[in-house]
């Protein structure tokens, strides 16, 4: 079977975007978890706790089917949402290396939205996905008078 160069270039990018995610999460002031920079909006630890489970949620809804309900509890620390979001970054490259490239490219799912795409397609949905929340915990940082610049992210 031929190598799939959409494939090879999503799971490349997804594993990009979680080094970044990574760097960021290891700079959040374990103090500030609770922090929330208006009422209503994420506080630091759900943030924290989304980013860090969101990839294998997602995963095993494109590939088994399962739709797992976002949760993030409510005494997380900085270090769990770390090691969630290694098993989570093995979790996600376990279930979609289940697929063979023409599924990987070609087999349709249905999203809990509502909408239909490809895996290739739903894994660049998540990898958006990440890249939101990424941005808004960068934002958070430096609301909290955290050094973080692009070098944090790609340096
Ligand atoms: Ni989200």
Do not use: C, K, N
């Not at 799939?4 to 999460?25: C, E, I």
């Not at 990839?55 to 509890?73: C, F, K």
């Not at 939101?132 to 934002?139: A, K, V």
Request: net charge negative; glycine share 6%; hydrophobic share 45%.
């Amino acid at each position: 079977m031929a190598a799939s160069v959409a494939r090879d270039v999503l799971m490349r990018q997804f594993r990009d975007v979680q080094r970044g995610t990574r760097r960021l999460l290891e700079l959040i002031p374990p103090e500030r978890l609770d922090w929330a920079p208006h009422p209503g909006m994420f506080t630091l630890r759900q943030l924290a706790g989304h980013l860090a489970t969101i990839g294998g949620q997602t995963a095993s809804g494109i590939v088994l089917g399962v739709w797992e309900r976002p949760h993030v509890p409510e005494e997380l620390t900085r270090d769990q949402a770390l090691e969630r979001l290694e098993a989570s970054v093995t979790r996600t490259e376990e279930l979609l290396a289940q697929l063979s490239d023409a599924e990987f490219e070609r087999r349709e799912i249905q999203m809990p939205w509502g909408v239909t795409m490809t895996v290739a397609r739903a894994v660049a949905a998540l990898i958006e996905h990440d890249i939101h929340h990424r941005t808004q915990l960068f934002l958070y940082l430096r609301e909290l008078g955290l050094e973080v610049t692009s070098h944090t992210l790609f340096g």
